[in-house]
Each structure stands twice: as structure tokens, then as C-alpha cells.
């Protein structure tokens, strides 16, 4: 059964970057049916797609976290990673990874849905 | 992009239906038979329900049924049970090549 894990550090200063990784086990990360997202949850809020990367690289980002997000995937370490710059106390939230299905030759675009997700890592920007 | 929009709560009986409704616009839940509902319960991560409007994945009670018209979709509970107590979002894929949720419903199981 597939499952995924987050990890990376739980506090982050103001203005670097957050890095974190999602290790993935018990099925493949290479899949042409699958994207493989990161979404967060400010505490007491909403869910917000992070964006998503496909095993190829092919990525697709929020427009309002375009600028400061960057998405990367290693096939041999079935692991992929995010990367957020210039965090701020607006950063601070649970972050999930999860898998996207999708199907279709533009597979991003065609039925996607979230269908298994990490337990979530809690990141805090704070000095 | 902005959120869709959810009613902030509802509640209902044991045994009773709920509808929650999901608002967007045509450039979203009005144009693609894309939106899924997910299901949170407090400190846990959210877990799919429904998928493409109205299809359930493997394991989900047959209690829950989607469906959408216009811009708007909705996702109903029926014989509503304790453990359906939970925070619901519903998300929508977009014409920006994007993915996006609504706020949120809290369902309170009186």
C-alpha cells in the first residue's frame, strides 16, 4: 500500500527558505498516471494547493506562490522535495504531500484528484 | 485564484441528510467535471471521498454522493452517523492549469 512521509526541519527564520521531502514507498514514483503534489493548512484555515511535479519534472505551481516555490523529483530516492523562499509568519502551516491521479495524455489536466496523502509535517516561521 | 466558496457549517441529526454546496465559477467547477470532496477530521490528514463530481473511491460508504450543476457542486451525506463529524473541502481543477479548494464546511452531528 502506497504511503508517503514528509520530513524536513520544523522551524524556519523569516526570509529563508523552507525545504522540505516526501519520501514515497510501497509503489512506484515513476507512473505516467501520477502527479505528486505538496498542499498546506495554516493553522485553523483552509487547505491551499502548493503545487504539483510529475516523475518527468513537468511541474504546475499555485499562481500566488509561483514566484517563491520550486518543486523537484528523485526517481532513484522515490523522493520528491519543495522548496519555498522568503517565508514569512504567513508560511507557517501543516504541510502535506500527496499523490495526484490524473489519466490521459495531458494527465495534469485530465481528472486529477488527490488520492493518497502524508500524515503532514508542522512548519513554523519564527525567529 | 480564489477560493471556492462553502457555507462555514452545517449540522443535522444521526439519520438525517446534508447537502454541502461548493461554489465557483466557469473558469473552474462550472467548467470541468473535475472536483472532489476531502474529509478532515481534527488533526488528521484529509482523505478523498468523491472524485470526478460524483464517483467514490473503493472503500467509501455509498452514504456519500456528489453531484454538481452550473457552477456549482454539491456533496451529500445521507443517514448521517457520529463519525461523519468532520471538516469537508471541496477543490476544483482550473483553467490556469491549477488546483483549487474551497474554505472549508465544519459538520457538526447534533
Known amino acids: 500500500q502506497l504511503q508517503l512521509q514528509e520530513s524536513g526541519p520544523g522551524l524556519v527564520k523569516p526570509s529563508e527558505t523552507l525545504s522540505l521531502t516526501c519520501i514515497v514507498s510501497?509503489?512506484?514514483?515513476?507512473?505516467?498516471?501520477?502527479?505528486w503534489g505538496w498542499i498546506r493548512q495554516p493553522p485553523g484555515k483552509g487547505l491551499e494547493w502548493i503545487g504539483s511535479?510529475?516523475?518527468?519534472?513537468?511541474?504546475y505551481y499555485n499562481p500566488s506562490l509561483k514566484s517563491r516555490v520550486t518543486m523537484s523529483l528523485d526517481t532513484s530516492k522515490k523522493q520528491f522535495s519543495l522548496k519555498l523562499t522568503s517565508v514569512t509568519a504567513a508560511d507557517t502551516a501543516v504541510y502535506y504531500c500527496?499523490?495526484?491521479?490524473?489519466?490521459?495524455?495531458?494527465?495534469?489536466?485530465?481528472?486529477?484528484?488527490?488520492?493518497?496523502w502524508g500524515k503532514g509535517t508542522t512548519v513554523t516561521v519564527s525567529a | 485564484q480564489s477560493a471556492l466558496t462553502q457555507p462555514a457549517s452545517v449540522s443535522g441529526s444521526p439519520g438525517q441528510s446534508i447537502t454541502i454546496s461548493c461554489t465557483g465559477t466557469?473558469?473552474?467547477?462550472?467548467?470541468?467535471?473535475?472536483v472532489s470532496w476531502y474529509q478532515q477530521h481534527p488533526g488528521k490528514a484529509p482523505k478523498l471521498m468523491i472524485y470526478?463530481?460524483?464517483t467514490r473511491p473503493s472503500g467509501v460508504s455509498d452514504r456519500f454522493s456528489g453531484s454538481k450543476s452550473g457552477n456549482t457542486a454539491s456533496l451529500t451525506i445521507s443517514g448521517l452517523q457520529a463519525e461523519d463529524e468532520a471538516e469537508y473541502y471541496c477543490?476544483?481543477?482550473?483553467?490556469?492549469?491549477?488546483?483549487?479548494f474551497g474554505g472549508g464546511t465544519k459538520l457538526t452531528v447534533l
Open positions: 470526478d463530481v460524483s
Open positions: 466557469s473558469s473552474d467547477v462550472g467548467a470541468y467535471n473535475y
Open positions: 511535479i510529475f516523475y518527468s519534472g513537468s511541474t
Open positions: 510501497g509503489g512506484s514514483i515513476s507512473s505516467s498516471s501520477f502527479y
Open positions: 500527496a499523490r495526484l491521479y490524473c489519466s490521459g495524455a495531458n494527465c495534469f489536466a485530465t481528472r486529477p484528484h488527490l488520492d493518497v
Open positions: 477543490s476544483s481543477y482550473t483553467s490556469s492549469n491549477s488546483l483549487v
